[in-house]
T-cell receptor, first 119, second 112 residues
Framework: GAGVSQSPSNKVTEKGKDVELRCDPI?????LYWYRQSLGQGLEFLIY????????KSGLPSDRFSAERTGGSVSTLTIQRTQQEDSAVYLC?????????????????FGPGTRLTVL | QKEVEQNSGPLSVPEGAIASLNCTYS??????FFWYRQYSGKSPELIMS????GDKEDGRFTAQLNKASQYVSLLIRDSQPSDSATYLC????????????FGSGTRLSIRP
């Protein structure tokens, strides 16, 4: 079936504006993850959803960042009052069921990412 | 100590040789381990999963797991220029098996 999709693929915005990034996980995947990757850097965990709830929001860098997931499917990551340091690639991943205790269910599959540039 | 550690490289290997990538982890209770490949400008792609001690082979790739020593490695046989990428090791966090901790990655360069 279709993989993880993200939109937009590229977003250029001005400092202080709000942006919304969207993620469509693989159909049937109950776990959804958001990461951030700055140029030449590793993956930075932001938030994890199991269904519509977010048991782990520990990676959100500030209260300007929020995320929601509706219908156990699509997720939106919102960044308010964007700053230049928010410029990065935002990656979404999904897995079958992070809580099932079955190791293979933790395999995460990534979307193509959204490249955010804050001017 | 970082939870997942990798040598950042770059690791330069001649074409046709074996590339060996290593990863150590801190949580003795970890049960599953993943290797991702990330080409420049692209998102990570899962290439290997391993859940038990020993070797797991898939084509030119072999993952090796040693839980006693807390390391996992990835061998790439007959390295090709197309293998040039950053390889990320990933291990579930002890606090939450559903949260995966990624290493910072090893940059591999295959020279013709």
């Amino acid at each position: 079936g279709a993989g993880v999709s993200q939109s937009p693929s590229n977003k250029v915005t001005e400092k202080g504006k709000d942006v919304e990034l969207r993620c469509d996980p693989i159909s049937g995947h109950t776990a959804l993850y958001w990461y951030r990757q700055s140029l030449g850097q590793g993956l930075e965990f932001l938030i994890y959803f199991q269904g519509n709830s977010a048991p782990d929001k520990s990676g959100l860098p500030s209260d300007r960042f929020s995320a929601e997931r509706t219908g156990g499917s699509v997720s939106t990551l919102t960044i308010q009052r964007t700053q230049q340091e928010d410029s990065a690639v935002y990656l979404c991943a999904s897995s079958l069921d992070g809580l099932a205790g079955v190791a293979a269910y933790n395999e995460q599959f990534f979307g193509p990412g959204t490249r955010l540039t804050v001017l | 100590q970082k939870e997942v550690e990798q040598n950042s490289g770059p690791l330069s290997v001649p074409e046709g040789a074996i590339a060996s990538l290593n990863c150590t982890y801190s949580d003795r209770g970890s049960q599953s381990f993943f290797w991702y490949r990330q080409y420049s400008g692209k998102s990570p792609e899962l290439i290997m999963s391993i859940y038990s001690n020993g070797d797991k082979e898939d084509g030119r790739f072999t993952a090796q797991l040693n839980k006693a020593s807390q390391y996992v490695s990835l061998l790439i046989r007959d390295s090709q220029p197309s293998d040039s990428a950053t390889y990320l090791c990933a291990v579930p966090a002890y606090s939450s098996a559903s949260k995966i901790i990624f290493g910072s990655g090893t940059r591999l360069s295959i020279r013709p």
